[in-house]
């Protein structure tokens, strides 16, 4: 699914699945419906008295411990960067998202069932063109030695680094160009990972219900204990640039520019958008993409003062 123009995008079809949320172990029905113009990714709660609707955005984010959860008027949807992330790597703008309970299905872990469905689908372009959020300057927050940034490029470039001073997950580092078919092939299907110690105990706490072998790579102090192993030999730092991914699309916009990921979670994440978004000389926001993005050897910041640019209205 190449991106042909600059245009906002949907999808032709409803599509639904059912699965598990990994921290509730509910069952949810989930359904994927397409969505007019500048109508966002919004999350609908069906199975509440009345629908209630939240949108994929950072000013909604209530909880960031474990996963990203979105919430409005007392009602929350878990464990949402999955999806998320789907969305934005295959560049899909708008979606009204339908589930009939409190999380998102984790299906197998990863973002590889929800690009299935996208693809299932099919993929509608729209006649209004797609808004970027470009950055201008480089922004950066840290908490200890962890650290997340995002600095000026012409298109959205993701680098991750990891280390959990593990045996089998020591520093890892991976950096790509996000499109449709590098995301597909190379992020999509990397998995959430927990330690067995961390899974037992949160287990104990009431959490982690719906967590299994089937839906994450769980790790021993020596051993992975998944019978068919990893799926990349770097699968930890792929799945937590598709983490990264589906929080930062909580700007509500797609991103040009360079974001940074050295041992971070979604909380630092969070706060790197928050951070952003709080000041508007950090970014602007642009009417399709110019091909100055993309070709011209110019500053990007000069490049934003030279363009039209809209106000961000949450």
Known sequence: ???????????????????????????????????????????????????????????????TALATTLGKDGVKVGTVEHL?????????????????????????????????????????????????????????????????SLTPARRLRVSCTIDFKHPLISSQSYEMELSDRGFSGEISRARTFGFLRDVEMLKKLGLARGGSLENAIVVDESSILNPEGLRFADE???????????????????????????????????????????????YALVEGRPAELELADVRLSELAGGLELEPLVA
């Open 236 to 282: 930890f730092v792929r799945h937590k640039i598709l983490d990264a991914i589906g929080d930062v699309s909580l700007f509500g916009r797609p991103v040009v520019g360079h974001l940074k990921v050295f041992k971070t979670g979604h909380a630092l994440n969070h706060k790197l958008v928050q951070k952003v978004l709080s000041d508007p000389s950090c």
């Open 1 to 63: 699914m190449p991106l042909a123009s600059d245009n906002q995008r949907t999808l032709s079809h409803p599509i639904s699945c059912q699965g598990v949320g990994l921290h509730s172990g509910a069952r949810v029905n989930l359904t994927l419906r397409p969505a007019p113009a500048h109508h966002g990714i919004v999350f609908v709660r069906t199975d509440t008295p009345r629908p209630v609707t939240i949108p994929a955005l950072s000013e909604y984010v209530v909880d």
């Open 84 to 148: 998320l992330s789907a969305l934005a790597g295959l560049g899909i703008d708008n979606v009204r998202v339908e589930l009939d309970g409190p999380e998102v299905p984790v299906m197998d872990g990863s973002a590889a069932h929800f690009v299935q469905m996208v693809t299932s689908a099919g993929v509608r372009e729209l006649d209004e063109k797609r808004t970027y959020l470009v950055i201008t300057k480089p922004v950066t927050v840290a908490d200890g030695d962890k650290e997340a």
